[in-house]
């Protein structure tokens, strides 16, 4: 499941853009499953990999006519895929799906997906992309991909360690001191 970040909160919400009715990503195609076109689903939003809903894959729609296996590890079947050849040629691509409608933000609120790929900063120095968002025991954490190599950045998502977020411009300035990282 999705989830939205506040400046004060992280709420957990289904999807991956802000717009409602848009195209999330609900997982991707795994390795095939049995001979009759199922596969396990890798990375799933089993919320939105319902028997009967919708998704498109490799560009075409297509109606999930099997669901079997747990809600960590499901495995589907797609209307048009009826063998493990057809399954094996998915193998790696984007689910995709309809998520469902969404509560309207309060301001200074974003949804975690639309800081997922934003580009992070320490002031003006350029640090690296926003991977994805863990949530770690103790807190939800921007996972930040470095520009220049090294270790992934692990950012809490609280005030301290996040000084601004312009989701309009991709862009999230933190201090990277608070985070115990000469700047």
Same mark, same amino acid.
């Given at each position: 499941? %999705? ?7 992280? *709420?957990?919400?289904?999807? &991956? ?18 001979l009759d076109g199922s596969f396990y689903v890798g990375l799933a939003d089993a919320e939105l990999l319902a028997l009967g809903a919708t998704v498109t894959v490799g560009g075409l729609e297509r109606e999930i006519v099997r669901r079997a296996g747990t809600q960590a ?14 399954? &094996? /040629?998915?193998? %790696? $691509? ?6 469902? /409608? =969404? ?11 639309? !800081? ?10 350029? !640090? ?5 968002? #863990? /949530? #770690? ?7 930040? /991909?470095?520009? $220049?190599?090294?270790?992934? #950045? ?8 996040? =000084? *601004? ?19």
């Amino acid at each position: 499941m %999705g989830s939205a970040w506040s400046s004060t909160s992280w *709420t957990s919400l289904a999807g &991956e853009f802000s717009a409602p009715g848009s195209w999330t990503v609900a997982g991707i195609v795994g390795r095939p499953h049995g001979l009759d076109g199922s596969f396990y689903v890798g990375l799933a939003d089993a919320e939105l990999l319902a028997l009967g809903a919708t998704v498109t894959v490799g560009g075409l729609e297509r109606e999930i006519v099997r669901r079997a296996g747990t809600q960590a590890r499901p495995i589907l079947r797609l209307a048009g895929c009826e063998d493990r050849d057809g399954a &094996e /040629a998915l193998r %790696g $691509q984007e689910l995709r799906a309809s998520p469902p /409608a =969404r509560t309207p933000l309060g301001p200074d609120e974003w949804w975690a997906e639309e !800081l997922e790929g934003a580009r992070v900063f320490d002031g003006e120095r350029e !640090l690296g992309i926003v991977r994805r968002l #863990l /949530a #770690l025991p103790s807190c939800e954490c921007l996972e930040v /991909a470095r520009t $220049q190599g090294g270790a992934d #950045l692990l950012v809490p998502l609280v005030r301290d360690a996040i =000084r *601004t977020v312009d989701v309009s411009a991709r862009r999230i300035d933190i201090d990277l001191r608070f985070l115990g990282e000469a700047s």
